[in-house]
Each structure stands twice: as C-alpha cells, then as structure tokens.
C-alpha cells in the first residue's frame, strides 16, 4: 500500500473528530523567476498556494499552466509529484496550517470552486506582482498571483490574516504569521513519507 493511501486511510478514520484544517504550501524551486525574486527580495519562499487537505491533493495556486512556458499562467490545480514541483526535486517547502470552523471551511471550498467554474476567465496578474515588490498594489479583475489569490480565498470564507488589501499581500507574509501553525519544512519530495511516518508513529503510541 502506498503512503499516500496510508495517510488517507488513517485521516478518514478520524474525520469527524478532527477540526477543520486550510494547509498553506509555501515553496521556492528552481526556476527563473523564483531565483530572481529570491536573490533581489531574500525570501525563503516566493510561491504559495492553499490545500484543502493535509496530504496536499486538493492544491490551488495562481502559476504557469505549462511547465516550460513561464508567460502561460493563471489559476491551476498544483500537484506535488508533477509539473515543476515533480521536475524540480530540490524544491524546498514550508507547510502551514490554519485552523477554521467547519461554517468557514465550506465557505472557502465554495470559493475555490467559483475559480475553478471559471478558470478560463482567470489570467496571472504580471502587473500586480511587479508592483508589489515595490510596495504597491494592483487590483485587475479577474486576475490574480499566488498570494493575493490565497488571501482572496480566505476572506472570501470571513478570514483576514494581514488586515491589508489582498494585491498587497506577498508570499512571505504567510511564513511570518502567527495565526498560522507550521506542520513541516524541508524538501517537498519528502513531505507524504513525513506524514506517513507520523501516522506509523501515531498508530504505534495508541496501541
């Protein structure tokens, strides 16, 4: 059975006890764009997207729509075993998590789904994320980067982590705040044998 299966099989079991729980991925892998955003900024994390579930299979994120094509971006299903994640193997990750009522969590599926209905109308918002690194902001509709469409998302569910404008808000404020609790950092190729270890674990102290 694979650990994937293995951590799903455990979490399902407890699914009705457990609190709701948004996962905030933050990565930096090793492409152009993050490089150069890393090296001006010395950020540790330049992307985020937010997950629905611990084992980041329901993974949403404002990036490119083709791995080779860094100008063909807009709203995408992420997967961590493919795509850029899955070619850049060194990519480095932080795994947060935020606590919500369940009211709140279908609030934030809800919202998430309304990008997805419409994925097509959504665009990457270049302009807005060229200004915000010199601290300005940039609303478009209808266009979104990773973090001001992460912040969106949890307003949208009653959420405001940073009180400012969602155009204003960048990657690294979600490493840096304490509303938001870290489950993992490391190497994200490692991430669902870390789980699956902690559910080994876990089965072994309740016996």
């Known amino acids: 059975m694979s650990s994937k299966k293995k951590v799903k099989d455990h979490k399902d079991k407890k699914v009705k006890k457990e609190k709701k729980y948004v996962y905030i991925l933050l990565t930096r892998t090793e492409t152009v764009p993050s490089k150069v955003i890393h ?3 010395r950020m540790p994390y330049v992307h985020v997207s937010i997950a629905l579930d ?3 299979d329901e993974l949403y994120s404002f990036a490119r729509k083709k791995i080779n094509n860094p100008f ?11 795509g850029i994640f899955g070619r850049d ?6 795994v947060m998590r935020l606590r919500m009522t ?7 599926k809800a919202s998430i ?28 509709k209808y266009k979104c980067f990773c973090s001001e469409f992460v912040d969106k998302v949890l307003k949208m569910s009653g959420i405001d982590l940073f009180n ?3 155009e204003r808000v960048i990657p690294d404020d979600f490493r840096t705040c304490d509303k938001l609790e870290t489950t993992y950092e490391g190497k994200l190729t490692s991430y669902r044998d870390y789980l699956h270890r902690n559910v080994i674990l876990a089965d072994n102290l309740s016996k």
């Open 39 to 41: 090296f001006f900024k």
């Open 54 to 56: 611990e084992e980041l």
């Open 72 to 82: 063909r971006c807009g709203f995408i299903d992420e997967d961590i075993t493919t």
């Open 89 to 94: 193997t060194e990519t480095k990750c932080k």
């Open 102 to 108: 369940d009211e709140q969590y279908q609030e934030l």
């Open 113 to 140: 789904e309304v990008f997805k209905e419409n994925r097509e109308k959504y665009k990457y918002n270049y302009l807005g994320v060229l200004l915000i690194y010199f601290h300005r902001g940039f609303e478009r």
């Open 164 to 166: 400012k404008k969602s």
